[in-house]
């Protein structure tokens, strides 16, 4: 909804029902004919039809949803923030989304909760102390801020953790961002479906995608729950259902669909300042704004495109919660979910071109696509305005599972990816 109003007209409006505010966002009818048309109106679509407008000056533009705004995976992650990846190349992508993610509420205006509360990544070995050094190292070679913490240094961060001498898990340091953090996910789709609507942008909710309209060899559209819509170009960013869609255009992606499940606490005061990673229980966690403790684990190992999960690994999760926090045993959870993963064999996206031609890619994020979403915006915009890729988003075209040039970031998911 639109702001600027004082407190008397939001109480009128309350008592009215609504009725005197203006919708955020249209809800046009598709049509017939595009210059560009996103499928996918979770962040990265929304994102790339954004900065098509603004950077590229392309406005006849539609981004089409087969359910509603925001509620694949970008309504169903853990809101996490970061950049510290090994390779240069995943290093200049994230690094990239969180410089645009630090200025993004002021360049949308609007409140995306942004909260820089650093992410700590425990070291629980000798042995991995050498492999954070080497982490530390690269990330600090590749430009990006990042800190090698002693355990007093990790005390001092979360004190509230398990430093019993007999604890499962001890901590002999952490790898440290302190630009890191977490926003509201709900917020960065919402924000950029305004900025883009307002540059003249359709988001046509509801339109599910039966069909690619294929001529000459060539994409030149999508048949429609809602008809045909025609377009010079096409890009596809749909996360978990990217494999459907490729098969649906003829071709097969290196991609396995995947759930990945969280939870959240009932809240509580303000009692963890920080996002916190432990690779050995396979377990991160940070608190929300409303005092929740929000959960997340590793990757349930049965290709699906279920969004609920499994018990196992939500006990396996749970299990390492309270090793590394034994307190929170007097906690009840709230609610749980799972989202829709698309991972390759390298744990890294894929952008470009398809085998279709006039068919584009962002796919294969994984669990990286929330904190990428700004980045992988501007660079599909790139892609889709020019036809060529952006310097950032070349060694992730798809020809590279060809060639061997892998950008292998399994590690860098902090979890089992």
């Known amino acids: 909804m639109t702001s600027h109003y004082s407190a008397l007209s939001l109480l009128k409006e309350g008592l009215n029902a609504q009725k005197g505010w203006r919708p955020a966002w249209r809800s046009p009818e598709p049509k017939p004919r595009y210059d560009v048309v996103i499928i996918g109106a979770g962040g990265q679509g929304l994102a790339t039809a954004y900065y098509l407008a603004k950077s590229h000056g392309i406005r006849n533009v539609a981004v089409i949803e087969r359910g509603w705004l925001g509620g694949g995976n970008t309504g169903r992650n853990t809101t996490a923030i970061r950049s510290n990846y090994f390779y240069p190349e ?29 992410m700590v990544q425990l070291v629980h070995s000798p042995a991995e102390m050498e492999m954070a050094a080497r982490m530390v190292n690269a990330m600090q070679v590749n430009g990006v801020q990042a800190e090698l913490l002693d355990v007093a240094q990790v005390r001092k961060l979360v004190p509230i953790y398990n430093f ?50 294929i001529e000459g060899g060539r994409c030149r559209g999508v048949l429609t729950s809602r008809g045909e819509i025609r377009a010079d170009r096409v890009g596809m960013a749909v996360a978990g259902s990217s494999g459907v869609l490729a098969a649906k255009a003829g071709f097969r992606l290196p991609i396995t669909s995947y759930t990945l499940q969280a939870c959240v606490s009932e809240p509580v005061k303000p009692i963890l300042n920080t996002v916190l990673v432990s690779p050995a229980t396979g377990t991160y966690v940070s608190q929300s704004d409303k005092g929740e403790i929000v959960i997340g684990g590793g990757l349930d190992r049965v290709p699906s495109y279920g969004q609920r999960g499994n018990l196992p690994m939500l006990e396996t999760t749970i299990s390492g919660l309270l090793e590394m926090f034994p307190l929170f045993r007097q906690l009840r959870l709230l609610r749980q979910w799972g989202g829709t993963v698309d991972v390759t064999p390298d744990s890294s996206p894929i ?43 070349r060694p992730f075209d798809l020809s590279r599972f060809g060639s061997g040039h892998l950008i292998d970031e399994a590690a860098g998911s902090g979890i089992a990816h």
């Open 90 to 118: 995943s290093t200049a992508l994230y690094d990239l989304s969180l410089r645009l993610y630090e200025k993004l509420g002021r360049e949308l205006n609007y409140n995306i909760m942004l909260s820089q509360r650093g």
């Open 351 to 393: 952008f470009g071109e398809s085998p279709l031609l006039g068919l584009f890619l962002n796919g294969g994020w994984g669990t990286g696509g929330f904190k990428a979403i700004p980045a992988g915006g501007t660079v599909f915009a790139h892609l889709l305005a020019t036809g060529s890729h952006h310097e950032i988003s």
């Open 164 to 213: 019993a001498s007999d604890a499962r898990y001890p901590v002999f340091g952490a790898i440290y961002q302190a630009r890191a953090g977490v926003a509201r996910h709900d917020a960065v789709a919402w924000g950029y479906a305004r900025a883009a609507d307002r540059l003249g942008i359709d988001i046509i909710q509801q339109c599910e995608v039966r069909e690619f309209l």
